[in-house]
């Protein structure tokens, strides 16, 4: 769920980008709820992750594939999806409603936050890329 949420945010707000910039703040200004379901699903996951632990009677340092993955959710992917949700839900959620409307060109505080939030889902495409596929054959293969 969290995953489909991330992509479907992401290729909508892509298309708008293609047509117009009216149509991204348009868009913006609505995707708060999906953006919503993509971090309470990834909420979600995380805690049922951690309730299999306790099931299993797993702790950090046993197995030592655990270890890994629990590394690369806490250092890699919660720091990344942490500041994704804080660029969305509170700094451009501040700047949409102070933007004048379209032909007038973006404020450079909305900006700066759409900036930053490009470049934090330029990051997050290399972790789906890169550490999503490695976390998921530490959690199927179990390597010793």
């Not at 009216?22 to 379901?37: D, F, I, K, P």
């Not at 759409?114 to 199927?140: K, Q």
């Amino acid at each position: 769920m969290w995953l489909a949420a991330l992509m479907s945010s992401q290729v909508r707000l892509r298309r708008a980008r293609r047509q117009d910039m009216a149509r991204e703040l348009e868009l913006r200004g609505r995707l708060g709820r999906a953006l919503g379901v993509e971090h309470a699903a990834l909420a979600g996951a995380l805690l049922t992750g951690f309730a299999l632990m306790a099931l299993h009677g797993w702790r950090l340092g046993y197995p030592r594939w655990l270890s890994i993955k629990l590394g690369l959710v806490l250092f890699l992917l919660l720091p990344l999806e942490g500041m994704h949700a804080w660029v969305n839900h509170v700094w451009i959620a501040r700047a949409l409603p102070a933007q004048p409307p379209p032909p007038a060109p973006l404020s450079r505080e909305l900006d700066r936050w759409i900036g930053m939030d490009d470049m934090v889902r330029t990051l997050a495409a290399l972790r789906l890329g890169l550490a999503l596929p490695l976390i998921v054959w530490l959690s199927v293969a179990r390597p010793a």
